[in-house]
């Protein structure tokens, strides 16, 4: 009788400190994801802080496009002669920077199955549309090169080789652009420039070129407008984490 007793104790002994280990193991399993996952929240805010920044500069920057079509579109309803302004304003219209979201944290979460480790629904919510809307918009961060291409082969290459020497340009797309001028050119012979550029404003085509690429730019810079909308929802959502 001693002896089941015993064995009853033993028994219930090893049961408890399989249940308590078990235990232990779980709460420091859940103390790791709970560190895991505070650490996941720290750099989806870093990654859209910087989206944040990014998108601010581009609208700046497509602005500033913007600003120098129209300069060319008024150009060629009042025909005057060629100047450094209009040059400048003719190159810069076709300058293009790229802009691409941070998804190296996100697409580790999908990929790892460490979503789960957000428990806020809503921010998972948050993250998903705010890249899903990243991506529909992605043709729209991409103006046609139509224009480009017609532009700079009118502007004498000797010119743009000056433009890119001494002035801020997007030709390396991986480099952030410097801003837009005033910058430093000598010797254009803007007569000769002048003679070039006239047939373009008789092509009704390069006007709705440039036309169109100006309604482009405005798209662009409405849907940044809406990309940081979301990027500011969902940085007040990891703010309540």
Same mark, same amino acid.
């Given at each position: 009788m001693k002896t089941?007793?015993?064995?009853?104790?033993?028994?219930?002994?090893?049961?408890?400190?399989?249940?308590?280990?078990?235990?232990?193991?779980?709460?420091?399993?859940s103390r790791k994801d709970d560190s895991l996952g505070d650490e996941y929240i720290a750099r989806i805010k870093d990654d859209i802080t910087a989206d944040r920044v990014a998108i601010e500069n581009r609208i700046d920057f497509f602005s500033d496009v913007q600003s120098f079509s129209n300069d060319v579109l008024?150009?060629?309803?009042?025909? +005057? +002669?060629?100047?450094?302004?209009?040059?400048?304003?003719?190159?810069? %219209?076709?300058?293009?920077? +790229?802009?691409?979201?941070?998804?190296?944290?996100?697409?580790?979460?999908? %990929?790892?199955?460490?979503?789960?480790?957000?428990?806020?629904?809503?921010?998972?919510?948050?993250?998903?549309?705010?890249?899903?809307?990243?991506?529909?918009?992605?043709?729209?961060?991409n103006p046609s090169e139509d224009y480009r291409e017609i532009i700079r082969g009118v502007i004498p290459t000797d010119i743009q080789a000056q433009l890119r020497r001494n002035c801020p340009t997007t030709d390396n797309m991986d480099e952030e652009p410097t801003g837009f001028p005033p910058c430093t050119l000598s010797g254009v012979d803007y007569d000769e420039l002048s003679r070039l550029f006239r047939p373009l404003q008789s092509d009704v085509q390069f006007q709705r070129t440039l036309t169109y690429r100006h309604s482009e730019v405005g798209v662009m810079i409405y849907l940044l407008t809406q990309q940081a909308v979301y990027a500011d929802g969902l940085l007040v959502q990891i703010e309540k984490q």
């Open positions: 089941n007793t015993r064995l009853v104790g033993e028994f219930f002994l090893i049961v408890i400190g399989v249940l308590v280990a078990l235990m232990v193991e779980t709460a420091l399993e008024v150009w060629l309803q009042t025909e +005057p +002669p060629v100047d450094r302004d209009l040059l400048l304003a003719s190159f810069y %219209s076709a300058e293009v920077w +790229p802009f691409i979201t941070i998804v190296s944290t996100y697409d580790d979460l999908l %990929s790892t199955g460490n979503i789960r480790l957000l428990e806020d629904i809503d921010l998972r919510m948050g993250l998903s549309s705010y890249h899903n809307k990243a991506n529909a918009s992605r043709k729209g961060w």
